[in-house]
């Protein structure tokens, strides 16, 4: 399957790099690669993180060395399938957009030389790959936004961001699972809680889910809000 | 039970980390110093990972409302039993009523108390460890606050026979503590401006010939918005060769990440899984408690080891743990 960096991040970390730029063929690996380790982890390993061009797999050094783990990932990458064969879960996200959610839904509009409603209607038109979930508890790393959208992050981070908020970052699209400071552009916000401790798996979405945002208004929004109130 | 009268700086419930939920965005936390926790643990017979409290430069005030058998490791405090100082490292009985504080040192960071049974909290993804940022684990998922009361787990087999043979002696005393300790040559060494060993980092290669030089001789000081997620530093600044295109991918702790002002940040226990800043450097796992302990305005040095040698040296604190392990089975109590 090519040539794959291995490189150590550490003494107890290694990250394999499946490519250079973020593409669905690249993140189709990864996830295979990924089900592949986690059906059967080798010896020694903790946990494994996908992100969009690579995977780091924890060790614990104790248990197996550096040279150890790179040769036993080295030969799992010969046998690990080029895709999986899992069903893809697709996520639909009701998003209320505008208004008090979604302060910057006009600003993404103007610079983009659009309606607040052509913004809407590109924003729920796409489908979306869940690349990682990082940077806070359950925030999901999406990749497949329309640049006919795209605005540039706010000069002045705002220092509380609601949770459930759905912005755009230059290219990107996501959700704030918590409440957290940041520079997305605001368009809307969800009822659903992103980020759920008290459940297994703790995150709504995970690596290699596929996204799809629908309009609601705000009645439906309050609705869905407290059924989905469980925590 | 602990009633918590003052909470000090920043007290909260941790334990040997969240592990398995990185991919969920969900980081580890855990204890700075896990030696430190790892042997005050051992010291109540606990499993080493048990919940224990850390305590982050001004201790707080805590009164035991039950017999407990207490053990404090660590740097930078002092404890003390109704005003009366304890020893570190070794197992210490305290009476119903006994009040504990601490008094300031001149050098390290963070204790960790021990009891046996372990701090009652319930586990939120298999851990007991705090996550300030999302208010999930520890003691209702924040650091203690005063009129908080801490449950106590049942102690271990061995803790209840130390508790029982120990009883008959406290009468009247505040505290009854073990005629021996752990020896000081199995401890880390802890160091107000320590070296500590690091291996070069993934994107070691992309920075410039002088970065890469003065990342491993350079002091670099501990600026004081350091906390639990990273200690930010302050020295030489360590550019690239060239601008990269950096693409967000796993960290970890002991992760040395450089932004584009060039003041490298050290990520430590509560670092974020993800980042998108070019890593030059990673801190040897067997340092990291002597990181832990360094105090904002103290410097670090790194020196460069082999990442062979790190693992080695891990080991080897490894084997010196399980010897404590095997000895407190004999100790005489």
């Not at chain 1, 996520?91 to 910057?104: A, H, L, N, Q, T």
């Not at chain 2, 009476?95 to 960790?112: I, W």
């Not at chain 2, 684990?137 to 087999?157: I, N, S, V």
């Not at chain 2, 000081?221 to 997620?229: A, F, G, H």
Request: a neutral charge; aromatic letters at 8%; one cysteine or more.
């Amino acid at each position: 399957m090519g040539h794959l960096d291995v490189t150590p991040v550490g003494d107890s970390a290694v990250l394999i790099r499946f490519g250079d730029a973020v593409e669905a063929s690249t993140h189709a690996r990864i996830m295979a690669f990924v089900d592949h380790l986690e059906a059967a982890p080798i010896p020694g390993m903790v946990e494994c993180v996908p992100a969009f061009t690579t995977v780091t797999v924890f060790y614990d050094p104790v248990l197996a060395s550096y040279s150890e783990v790179k040769a036993e990932l080295v030969r799992r990458l010969a046998d690990a399938p080029a895709s999986t064969d899992r069903r893809v879960r697709v996520v639909e996200i009701p998003v209320c957009y505008g208004g008090e959610f979604g302060p910057d839904l006009e600003d993404v509009a103007a610079h983009n030389h659009l309606t607040p409603e052509e913004v809407v209607r590109i924003h729920t038109s796409g489908e979306y790959i869940v690349y990682a979930i990082g940077f806070a508890p359950g925030f999901p790393y999406l990749g497949g936004m329309s640049d006919r959208i795209a605005t540039p992050r706010l000069a002045t981070p705002r220092l509380a961001i609601p949770a459930g908020s759905v912005g755009i970052a230059g290219g990107q699209t996501g959700v704030y699972p918590i409440e957290t400071p940041g520079g997305w552009r605001l368009i809307g916000r969800t009822p659903l809680r992103l980020f759920r401790p008290e459940d297994d798996p703790p995150s709504l979405l995970a690596a290699g889910d596929r996204v799809r945002f629908y309009a609601i208004d705000r009645d439906e929004y309050d609705r869905l809000g407290e059924g989905d109130d469980r925590g | 039970m602990i009633r918590v009268i003052n909470p000090g700086l920043l007290t909260t419930v941790q334990d040997g980390g969240r592990y398995g939920y990185q991919k969920y965005g969900v980081i580890v936390s855990g204890a700075m110093d896990g030696f430190s926790l790892r042997v005050a643990n051992l010291l109540v017979g606990n499993p080493e990972g048990a919940p224990a409290l850390e305590i982050t430069l001004v201790g707080p005030r805590l009164r035991f409302e039950e017999l407990s058998l207490i053990a404090v490791a660590g740097a930078g405090l002092a404890p003390r039993v109704d005003g009366i100082p304890v020893p570190l490292w070794r197992p210490v009985l305290v009476h119903p009523g006994a009040v504990l504080d601490f008094v300031a040192e001149t050098s390290g960071c963070r204790m960790y108390l021990g009891v046996a049974g372990g701090i009652a909290v319930p586990q939120v993804m298999g851990s007991a460890s705090t996550y300030l940022r999302a208010g999930i684990g520890g003691y209702k998922g924040r650091a203690l606050q005063a009129g908080d009361d801490l449950p106590l787990g049942p102690p271990g087999e061995w803790a209840r026979t130390v508790m029982a043979m120990w009883s008959s002696r406290l009468r009247g005393k505040s505290f009854v503590a073990a005629p021996w300790g752990v020896d000081s040559r199995l401890l880390p060494k802890y160091e107000p401006n320590p070296r500590v060993r690091a291996m070069p980092g993934p994107q070691f290669e992309a920075f410039d010939e002088e970065a890469r030089r003065k990342v491993f001789e350079a002091d670099f000081v501990v600026l004081p918005q350091s906390d639990r997620m990273g200690y930010r530093l302050d020295g030489t600044k360590l550019a690239l060769a060239r601008p990269i295109e950096m693409i967000s991918e796993a960290v970890t702790t002991g992760t040395l990440q450089v932004p584009p002002d060039g003041r490298p940040i050290l990520l430590l226990a509560d670092h974020q899984t993800m980042g998108g800043y070019p890593k030059i450097a990673q801190v040897a796992t067997v340092d990291l408690p002597v990181v832990a302990q360094v105090r904002p305005g103290g410097r670090l040095r790194f020196t460069r080891i082999e990442l062979e040698d790190a693992q080695r040296l891990l080991r080897k604190r490894e084997e010196d743990i399980g010897r404590l392990r095997a000895a407190l089975c004999h100790a005489r109590i």
